[in-house]
């Protein structure tokens, strides 16, 4: 398993944030957990409320317990309330169910990490996220062939766009 260097943790939250003043957004908060669901860095805009850190980092330990977005770990709540209970009271860390949490992949599709974003809609949390694991280098689940993600077993998202 490769490692994520903290200054790359760093440029992803740096690139997430900003996204944010292109798209002008509201405060962020950004976390990036590594593959084993460790802290690797927090940032949080000035005017950001409180909380955020604890909300950034359930959505990306969501991710990275499920091997999916925090979006579709979401949806898999609705769908499987008793599974999703469950996994909530076993897990080792905190699943905070909304959208924002992006699996941080290299380009072979190796989970490197996770982002959590928070502060906007979560349509914007994503699209934030999105755009500063792109601009790292890194690449999200949304950009993997149909063939490479039946291969690694990849769940992407439908397409995300700003509902403002």
Known sequence: MRALSMDQALSIIQNTFHKAAEMRAHALAAIVLDAGGQVKAFLKQDGASIKRFE?????????????????????????????METLRAISDGPIFLEAGGQLIRDATGEIVGAIGVTGDVNEVDDLCAMAGIRAAGFKCDSDFSDEDCRRLNIKKDADIRDPR
Not at 57 to 80: I, N, W
Request: aromatic letters at 6%.
């Open 55 to 83: 909300i950034a980092r359930g959505k990306a330990f969501a991710s990275l317990a499920m091997h999916r977005s925090s979006r579709q770990v979401l949806q898999k709540a609705r769908e499987k309330p008793l599974f």
